[in-house]
């Protein structure tokens, strides 16, 4: 069956570390997100890309970048970690093909920054 | 812009009795509307969605959801809930960027 994973689930960081959440699809799906979720803001777009060599930043950039090389893969890179970027992180991906914007998410990594 | 208001933060129900949640969107066109539901620790996970035609959805585990444009609202119900229906619930709508804009939740407690 198809999937997409996220690796590692929880991770520990100390600030100004970089740290790189894995994400990665068997979908083949051309669209991938990732959003981070936080008390009482539910979720929210930090960066997505519509296919290999496109991103594009969303709602909370600041302080992450992605890249993507192949259909199966974005990694999310915190340049130097910071307390505030302690959440719970989530990877979709959607079909292009698919109008309805249905996404398909992955099990979230915990991310703590100390 | 885009935006999607959940009222309720938290919802208590006994068991065996009826759910609705509320969502609230705003959208210029026709929205594309979801629902999922997100269990302690884990990922999201799609109840139901509407894209067009009928305006009431069923989804999976016994839910359903009716999308009424005058009101911009697109509610989720369930006639029984069940203690395993604990869990988080988040409304969302298509955005502009092929991504999703979620409304902040409503956390469903179930007593027994």
């Known amino acids: 069956d198809a999937e997409i994973t996220q690796s590692p689930r929880h991770k520990i960081t100390e600030t100004g570390r970089q740290v790189t959440l894995a994400c990665h699809q068997t979908?083949?799906?051309?669209?991938m997100f990732w959003y981070r979720q936080d008390l009482g803001h539910g979720l929210r777009l930090i960066h997505y890309s519509y296919g290999v060599q496109d991103t594009n930043k969303g709602e909370v950039s600041d302080g992450y970048s992605v890249s993507r090389s192949n259909t199966e893969d974005l990694p999310l890179t915190l340049e130097s970690a910071a307390s505030s970027q302690t959440s719970v992180y989530f990877c979709a991906s959607s079909d292009r093909q698919d109008r309805s914007n249905e996404q398909f998410f992955g099990p979230g990594t915990r991310l703590t920054v100390l | 812009a885009q935006s999607v208001t959940q009222p309720d933060i938290h919802i208590t129900v006994s068991e065996g009795a009826s759910l609705e949640l509320r969502c609230n969107y705003s959208?210029?066109?026709?929205?594309?509307l979801f629902w999922y539901v997100q269990s302690p620790g884990q990922g999201l996970q799609l109840l139901l969605k509407?894209?067009?035609?009928?305006?009431l959805v069923q989804g999976i585990k016994g839910f359903e959801a009716e999308f009424k444009r005058s009101q911009s609202s697109f509610n989720l119900r369930k006639p029984s809930v069940h203690w395993s229906d604990a869990a988080e619930y988040f409304c969302a709508v298509g955005g502009s960027q092929g991504n999703l804009i979620f409304g902040k939740g409503t956390k469903l407690s179930v007593k027994p």
């Open positions: 959208y210029g066109a026709t929205p594309y």
């Open positions: 509407y894209f067009s035609g009928d305006t």
């Open positions: 979908w083949n799906h051309n669209n």
